[in-house]
């Protein structure tokens, strides 16, 4: 069974930056980050495989957001910046079990609690 804690969140201007954390317990292979707000969908935002070595991210952050891992300290990270009040959600990092990089929410096996990311404008 594997474990996800995500830290990092908060309020935050536009055009500010901020880091999320996950930690992880337990083996993880590709690693994910979405987000959800009210009434929507939860969405993908950015994956990294196992060795880290392949990223794919969303349209609407590329180019802002960077995911990164470090698997000694079984930890991934999500590097926001250039902030917009559209990126406004809750964050979830998500694990699961392909080692390549995955897009599909189905394709995530385990499941953070979620961190809030406020943007205001």
């Known amino acids: 069974q594997v474990q996800l804690v995500e830290s990092g969140g908060g309020l935050v201007q536009a055009g500010g930056s901020l880091r999320l954390s996950c930690a992880a317990s337990g083996r993880t292979f590709s690693m994910g980050w979405f987000r959800q707000v009210p009434g929507k969908e939860r969405e993908f935002v950015a994956a990294?495989?196992?060795?880290?070595?392949?990223?794919y991210y969303t349209d609407s952050v590329k180019g802002r957001f960077t995911i990164s891992r470090d698997n000694a300290k079984n930890m991934v990270y999500l590097q926001m910046a250039s902030l917009k009040p559209e990126d406004t959600a809750v964050y979830y990092c998500a694990a699961s079990r392909r080692k390549s990089v995955v897009a599909e929410k189905s394709e995530y096996d385990y499941w953070g609690q979620g961190t809030q990311v406020t943007v205001s404008s």
């Open positions: 990294i495989s196992w060795s880290g070595g392949s990223t």
